[in-house]
């Protein structure tokens, strides 16, 4: 996670990575840029408080409910809890959230399509929790970069070209290498 003043806006803004997740009640930006992950852009109107994550794998199915975990936020279903779980810890109600869901983009042919896999895994998710979804822009080819304001709600979405498709090809590449070699059991936090 890397924080910065934006100089054009003044504003503070938080750029998260795959696996990371922000939660904040100020007048804050959060931004990632998504090739075949995917973003959930979360708030409660109401409480004043919202957040976003970026996950590239849809489930663990190895894992166990309940435990707290770091790295495992690469997993949608830890992604999902975790980033839900701090929400309503900073004051939100689980009747109020908003769901805005991004990426999923299928950003190079040779890939497999683990992009329609997480948009798969998201709406699932928000389904089966109860849950709604407001917006969202999910799939095609390209990637994204998004930039989400909790305290409004507002999102902008800049859909990049073909020329980003390769650096964030090897991007995700690199971290799909890295975490199919560092198994989730090593994050486990019990308490």
Same mark, same amino acid.
């Given at each position: 996670?890397?924080?910065?003043?934006?100089?054009?806006?003044?504003?503070?803004?938080?750029?998260?990575?795959?696996?990371?997740?922000?939660?904040?009640?100020?007048?804050?930006?959060?931004?990632?840029?998504?090739?075949?992950?995917?973003?959930?852009?979360?708030?409660?109107?109401?409480?004043?408080?919202?957040?976003?994550?970026?996950?590239?794998?849809?489930?663990?199915?190895?894992?166990?409910?309940?435990?707290?975990?770091?790295?495992?936020?690469?997993? =949608?279903?830890?992604?999902?809890?975790?980033?839900?779980?701090?929400? *309503?810890?900073?004051?939100? +109600?689980?009747? !109020? %959230?908003?769901?805005?869901?991004?990426?999923?983009?299928?950003?190079?042919?040779?890939?497999?399509?683990?992009?329609?896999?997480?948009?798969?895994?998201?709406?699932?998710?928000?389904?089966?929790?109860?849950?709604?979804?407001?917006?969202?822009?999910? =799939?095609?080819?390209?990637?994204?970069?998004?930039?989400?304001?909790? *305290?409004?709600?507002?999102? +902008?979405?800049? !859909? %990049?070209?073909?020329?980003?498709?390769?650096?964030?090809?090897?991007?995700?590449?690199?971290?799909?290498?890295?975490?199919?070699?560092?198994?989730?059991?090593?994050?486990?936090?019990?308490?």
């Amino acid at each position: 996670m890397q924080k910065s003043i934006d100089p054009a806006e003044g504003i503070t803004t938080i750029k998260i990575l795959p696996g990371e997740y922000y939660v904040t009640r100020q007048d804050e930006r959060i931004e990632t840029v998504l090739g075949s992950c995917i973003s959930a852009c979360v708030r409660d109107p109401v409480a004043g408080v919202g957040g976003m994550n970026h996950f590239m794998l849809p489930v663990d199915k190895n894992s166990a409910r309940g435990l707290e975990l770091s790295d495992a936020n690469r997993y =949608g279903n830890y992604a999902m809890e975790n980033m839900v779980n701090a929400l *309503l810890r900073s004051g939100a +109600r689980r009747e !109020r %959230l908003e769901f805005k869901i991004f990426g999923g983009g299928r950003i190079m042919s040779s890939m497999t399509n683990i992009g329609w896999y997480n948009i798969g895994f998201v709406f699932d998710y928000i389904y089966t929790e109860g849950f709604k979804v407001v917006s969202q822009d999910i =799939g095609d080819v390209y990637p994204r970069k998004v930039m989400y304001y909790p *305290l409004s709600g507002r999102v +902008r979405v800049r !859909r %990049l070209n073909a020329m980003h498709n390769q650096s964030l090809v090897d991007q995700e590449s690199q971290y799909f290498h890295n975490i199919e070699h560092k198994p989730v059991e090593d994050d486990v936090e019990l308490f």
